[in-house]
T-cell receptor, first 113, second 114 residues
Framework: GAGVSQTPSNKVTEKGKYVELRCDPI?????LYWYRQSLGQGPEFLIY????????DSGLPNDRFFAVRPEGSVSTLKIQRTERGDSAVYLC???????????FGPGTRLTVL | AQKVTQAQTEISVVEKEDVTLDCVYE???????LFWYKQPPSGELVFLIR??????QNEISGRYSWNFQKSTSSFNFTITASQVVDSAVYFC???????????FGKGTKLTVNP
């Protein structure tokens, strides 16, 4: 079956611009996660959704970052006033309600010039 | 606080050699879950295994085996008879019982040379 999909695969933007990154989870998965991976590092947790609500947003670095999942399926990560330090690969993962295993998408590589 | 340490930054072996990737974790929870993921050059994280803290049985899957030892807080991963296709970055991760988030180590880059 189809895995987690993320669009775009690459995004180049200028400092100060607004960007949206999209994640489409595995069908039937109610839990959705966002992580950020900088070069040479492991992924770092940003936010977790169970259904439509953000159950844990403790990893969001500041108020420029926001994520939504209005219908409990697709999620959008929104970054306002981008900074060069936001450049990274943004990973999305999903899992079933009862499961602990997270399945990852291919990521969106964000470059802020 | 939860933490995962992968002390080996890079390992290089010749094909058919056995290789062990180390993972040491820290947590105060008695219920937790440990994971290994593979990240090939294409970039997508591939799930390999999940263990919970109540199951210390070692596991074998083909050429892969995992050694979970609570006494040393370690969850090591061994590849037997390595192949070039095993070249990737391998991540160990931990999630505590009351939290869904994964905490990852910094990864070990494995290169298997022909």
């Amino acid at each position: 079956g189809a895995g987690v999909s993320q669009t775009p695969s690459n995004k180049v933007t200028e400092k100060g611009k607004y960007v949206e990154l999209r994640c489409d989870p595995i069908s039937g998965h109610t839990a959705l996660y966002w992580y950020r991976q900088s070069l040479g590092q492991g992924p770092e947790f940003l936010i977790y959704f169970q259904g439509t609500g953000a159950a844990d947003d403790s990893g969001l670095p500041n108020d420029r970052f926001f994520a939504v999942r209005p219908e409990g399926s697709v999620s959008t990560l929104k970054i306002q006033r981008t900074e060069r330090g936001d450049s990274a690969v943004y990973l999305c993962a999903s899992s079933t309600t009862s499961g602990r295993t997270q399945y990852f998408g291919p990521g969106t590589r964000l470059t802020v010039l | 606080a939860q933490k995962v340490t992968q002390a080996q930054t890079e390992i290089s072996v010749v094909e058919k050699e056995d290789v062990t990737l180390d993972c040491v974790y820290e947590t105060r929870d008695t219920t937790y879950y440990l994971f290994w993921y593979k990240q090939p050059p294409s970039g997508e994280l591939v799930f390999l295994i999940r263990r919970n803290s109540f199951d210390e049985q070692n596991e074998i899957s083909g050429r892969y085996s995992w050694n979970f030892q609570k006494s040393t807080s370690s969850f090591n991963f061994t590849i037997t008879a390595s192949q070039v296709v095993d070249s990737a970055v391998y991540f160990c991760a931990l999630s505590e019982g009351g939290s869904e988030k994964l905490v990852f180590g910094k990864g070990t880059k494995l290169t298997v040379n022909p």
